[in-house]
Nanobody, 125 residues
Framework: VHLVESGGGSVQPGGSLKLSCVAS????????MAWFRQAPGGAREAVASIDTRVGSRYYADHAKGRFTVSQDKSTNTVYLQMSALRSEDSGMYYC???????????????????WGQGTQVTVSR
């Protein structure tokens, strides 16, 4: 599965951004799509995931109440709407596709086989 992210940019604290990820296809083996992020010098961490079959969504604690993951099945696109952005949200955001997991495992990067190149998000004054 080929994934292409877009929508990153620079924004002030408190601002919003909407990231998009277009998948070349969604297969039975890659029903879940997720967003991860990585700050410079930091580890890659999960942000949110959506099961494209049933729409189940999972969020990391840092994203709950501020970020919303959604999908457009007609275009194989997954979105990440980010609001109330903070400086610590800065980093490269990656889209991933794979079998995903449930509430206690969805965040594991090993469950996702295909990754995009990433889109940069910078939150600063």
């Amino acid at each position: 599965v080929h994934l292409v992210e877009s929508g990153g940019g620079s924004v002030q604290p408190g601002g919003s951004l909407k990231l998009s990820c277009v998948a070349s296809t969604i297969t039975p083996n890659t029903p879940a799509m997720a967003w991860f992020r990585q700050a410079p010098g930091g580890a890659r961490e999960a942000v949110a995931s959506i099961d494209t079959r049933v729409g189940s969504r999972y969020y990391a604690d840092h994203a709950k109440g501020r970020f919303t993951v959604s999908q457009d099945k007609s275009t194989n696109t997954v979105y990440l709407q980010m609001s109330a952005l903070r400086s610590e949200d800065s980093g490269m955001y990656y889209c991933a596709a794979g079998r995903g997991g449930l509430w206690d495992t969805w965040h594991r990067a090993s469950l996702y086989d295909d990754w995009g190149q990433g889109t940069q998000v910078t939150v600063s004054r």
